[in-house]
C-alpha cells in the first residue's frame, strides 16, 4: 500500500516561497503519475499540479499556473511542489497523491499546512 509523508510548510508572507516535499513509499515509483492537492478551510480538495512517471509533461491547475512547479527525484522516491509568489488564497493544506491509471489514489497522507498571510 502506498505511503505518502508531506514536508515542508509553514507560515510565509504574500509574495514568499515554500517547497514542499512529498516522500513516497510502497510503489515502484518510477511507474506512477505524482500529483499535489490542497484544501482550504471549509472548500473541497482541489487539483494543483500532476507530473507524469517520465517528468517530461506537468500541467497545472490555473489558480497556481506560472507560479508553481511540480518536480521529482526518482532516485529520492521524492515529489516536490516549488511555490513562488504566494497569495492568501494559496493558505491551505497540501497533499500528495498518486494516479492509478486515470484515477487519483484514495489513500493520503496527513498533509502539509500553508499559510499565507497578507
Known amino acids: 500500500q502506498v505511503q505518502l509523508v508531506e514536508s515542508g510548510g509553514g507560515l510565509v508572507q504574500s509574495g514568499g516561497s515554500l517547497r514542499l516535499s512529498c516522500v513516497v513509499s510502497?510503489?515502484?515509483?518510477?511507474?506512477?503519475?505524482m500529483g499535489w492537492f490542497r484544501q482550504a478551510p471549509g472548500k473541497e480538495r482541489q487539483f494543483v499540479a500532476r507530473?507524469?512517471?517520465?517528468?517530461?509533461?506537468?500541467n497545472y491547475a490555473d489558480s497556481v499556473k506560472g507560479r508553481f512547479t511540480i518536480s521529482m527525484d526518482s532516485a529520492k522516491k521524492t515529489v516536490y511542489l516549488q511555490m513562488n509568489s504566494l497569495k492568501p488564497d494559496d493558505t491551505a493544506v497540501y497533499y500528495c497523491?498518486?494516479?492509478?491509471?486515470?484515477?487519483?489514489?484514495?489513500?493520503w497522507g496527513q498533509g502539509t499546512s500553508v499559510t499565507v498571510s497578507s
Open positions: 507530473i507524469l512517471s517520465s517528468g517530461a509533461y506537468t
Open positions: 510502497g510503489i515502484v515509483f518510477r511507474n506512477y503519475n
Open positions: 497523491n498518486v494516479q492509478y491509471g486515470n484515477n487519483w489514489s484514495n489513500s
